[in-house]
């Protein structure tokens, strides 16, 4: 356990060292050679000093306005094209079809037919206003709900 001790203390003087000196020696024929030793003949001591500072920092990337691989634009591309005008269409094809529905209903009222009653009865003329106030909600839904796939779809070309 002694020996233990002895080598972690020189091991932390080791790391605690001011500097090393390491000698850069050139022989007879040229050669150099680094030691810690000093040389023979000629030569140079080289002073090394441990860096305290750590690593270098890692340099920010000088244009921001990249945004890479999948940044913003592409998440919006790729959600326009897989979700919002599938969606958007998907919308006005719904609302046709339930204006389509809905005009049908009107057209069966049960035992009271349209064709059953007379006309300028006031039953009828209620339904016909409903089913016209309907039918001009339902073209005003189906008009806003086409012009909001316009502007996806424009969005999606300017992408």
Request: aromatic fraction near 6%.
């Amino acid at each position: 356990m002694n020996t233990f001790r002895w080598a972690c203390w020189i091991c932390v003087l080791g790391f605690f060292a001011p500097a090393w000196a390491i000698n850069k020696c050139t022989d007879a024929n040229g050669r150099v050679s680094f030691q810690d030793a000093p040389c023979t003949g000629k030569g140079e001591k080289i002073e090394v000093r441990p860096s305290m500072q750590g690593a270098t920092p890692v340099q920010a990337p000088s244009s921001v306005t990249s945004e890479g691989a999948f940044g913003p634009t592409w998440q919006r591309k790729n959600f326009l094209q897989t979700q919002g005008i599938p969606q958007a269409r998907m919308a006005v094809d719904r609302n046709q079809r339930e204006c389509a529905a809905q005009g049908d209903v009107v057209a069966q009222a049960g035992p009271l037919r349209r064709g059953s009653l007379a006309s300028g009865n006031q039953f009828a003329q209620e339904g016909a206003e409903k089913a016209a106030d309907s039918k001009s909600a339902c073209q005003a839904r189906t008009e806003a709900l086409r012009e909001q796939l316009q502007s996806l779809e424009k969005e999606l070309a300017a992408l």
